[in-house]
Structure formats: C-alpha cells, structure tokens
C-alpha cells in the first residue's frame, strides 16, 4: 500500500531535502520520513525540534560527529537506508570516507577521538541494551566529553532510535497489507 499523497504536497524545501537525501546515500527516501515531513503537525514538533536540535543546533560536537552518531545508531537498529544516508553526510563532513567506514566497521581501531569513541561505545549500548548505567556516564565523562555532549549524543541517539522505529514500523505495516492483498 503506497500512499499517494507522499508523491506530492511538500514545500519546496522538504523536497529539496529529499533530493539530498537521494544523492547522497543513493537510495529512495522512506516512506516514513515522508510521512513525517508530511504530517509535521501530527507526529508533533518536539520530534522535530529535537532533531534539529541534536543534529543542526549549537554543539561542541561537529557536523560529522553527530552524523556518525546517527549513522552509528542506525547501524545498531539494523535500519540500512539511515545507516547509508547519515554515512554519506558524515563522510561529506568529515572529508574523510575512511574515518566513517573504520568507525562503523570496528570503534577499537578506528581513528576517532576518545571522548567520541566512547560516547559511541556508551550509544551502541542504549540502544541495544536501553539502558546505561553511571559506570557507562563515568567512562565518557573519563575519556574527555562534556556533560553537554553527553546531552548531545543522547538527543541524537533518542532522534534516530525513534525515526528507525517508525520506519521499520511503517515498513512492517505495509507489509502486512501487502501480503493480505491490499493496495
């Protein structure tokens, strides 16, 4: 089941958003993020404002730091598209394609920053495990990141575990009804 309305009806903005999107991971733009952007005023602002926040607002952490983080997130909710699309931006951030492959591939060789390593490694864990104790809170704060990019990387981490699971919710969803025969 497809709907229509997601073709059409987008300021000139969002689609030139998605026509970033397409470019830079090379794949089509969900359903879901369509959908949000469609329906802004349903899936409410504070979904919003707290994207921007974590991922364009003021920030000791950079551009492709908080990319790879939603990259890195997206990569632990198995969500392809996401992993693709904010490992292109990183990539562009950064300068530096390498940097963003040995991150996602292996945090213990990878060529970051500790105070990032680690926020990563603290990340990973909250959004597999949901949960992250004071010990995990110590060791980021050990290896040299803030208290406000901790704040940082736990917006990002919430953003994207939550878009993952409306996209893999709407993608399950329709599924469902497509294999029911509904179109």
Known sequence: MRL???ENGHGFGTKALFALIRTMSRQPVLDVIKLVKYRADFYGEPMGAV???AMRGPSAWSVG???LMAA???KNNQCEFCTK???AVARGAY???KKVSAALSNLDTAAIKEPLRATLLMLGKLTREHAVDADDMRAVLAAGASRQQIEDALAVCF???V???LADAFEAGAKYLLARGYR
């Open 4 to 6: 229509r309305i997601l």
């Open 159 to 161: 953003s994207f575990n």
């Open 85 to 87: 699309a904010h490992s």
């Open 72 to 74: 890195f997130v997206a």
């Open 65 to 67: 730091d908080r990319e």
């Open 163 to 165: 878009i993952g699971r």
């Open 95 to 97: 300068r530096d394609g």
């Open 51 to 53: 994207t921007q926040d």
